[in-house]
């Protein structure tokens, strides 16, 4: 039998440091369901309680864009200053965003 198929799956982990925060990926993981990777991704991403919350998600569940697409996907907005946030400043109790 094939080594891959007798693998867990593949996790992405993901945490948020303080509640208000977006969550940040953090690593990997192999678990044999998302409750186990949940609970092993707590152990291994937040033994000295860095996080509020943790994410996991099957990597193969995740559909990302291609890099070779980056210039048609995300050069165009360049000319449209409209889309940048630079015109008014934000207020103190969001400067994390």
């Known amino acids: 039998m094939n080594p891959v198929q007798n693998e867990w799956p593949l996790f992405e982990v993901f945490v948020r440091a303080k509640a208000g925060l977006d969550h940040k ?23 000295r309680q860095e996080g509020t919350s943790v994410w996991v998600v099957r990597s193969s569940d995740i559909t990302a864009s291609d890099p070779g697409d980056k210039d048609m996907l995300f050069d165009p907005a360049e000319d449209k200053v409209y889309r940048h946030p630079t015109f008014y400043e934000l207020p103190d109790a969001v400067n994390h965003m």
């Open 25 to 47: 990926h953090c690593g990997s993981l192999h678990a044999p369901d998302a409750k186990m990777a949940l609970q092993l991704a707590r152990e291994v991403y937040t033994r």
